[in-house]
Nanobody
Framework: EVQLVESGGGLVQAGGSLRLSCAAS????????IAWFRQAPGKQTEQISC???????????DSVKGRFAISIDNAQNRQPTVYLQMDSLKPEDTAVYYC????????????????WGQGTQVTVSS
């Protein structure tokens, strides 16, 4: 079973930066996608980024494009760490951030990302 552990959240002022980490273990296959989601109070869960292990292709939602960057280390040994570098943070970025995984590539609309980590809180003050 794949396990995901997020870290790196915290309190930051608007305009600041944070880097989230998602440490994954337990993969038994090489082709997977790891995505970042966030959930703010009273709002729907939003997928904000994704990276595919096969070709490192990435996806960003319009709400974070140009401010956030996703990357992956150690994809080849099936214990990757996925990072989300968050710059120019805004108060509306305040949310609990989760990473999730599924087999396949980010561009596949059939991915359901059923396996999630426990989440990490990001709070951006104005």
């Amino acid at each position: 079973e794949v396990q995901l552990v997020e870290s790196g959240g915290g309190l930051v002022q608007a305009g600041g930066s944070l880097r989230l980490s998602c440490a994954a273990s337990g993969f038994t296959f090489d082709d997977y996608a790891i995505a970042w989601f966030r959930q703010a109070p009273g709002k729907q869960t939003e997928q904000i980024s994704c990276i595919s292990s096969s070709d490192r292709s990435t996806y960003y939602s319009d709400s974070v494009k140009g401010r956030f960057a996703i990357s992956i280390d150690n994809a080849q040994n099936r214990q990757p760490t996925v990072y989300l570098q968050m710059d120019s943070l805004k108060p509306e970025d305040t949310a609990v951030y989760y990473c999730a995984e599924d087999r396949g590539e980010c561009s596949d609309p059939r991915l359901s990302f059923d396996n999630w980590g426990q989440g990490t809180q990001v709070t951006v003050s104005s």
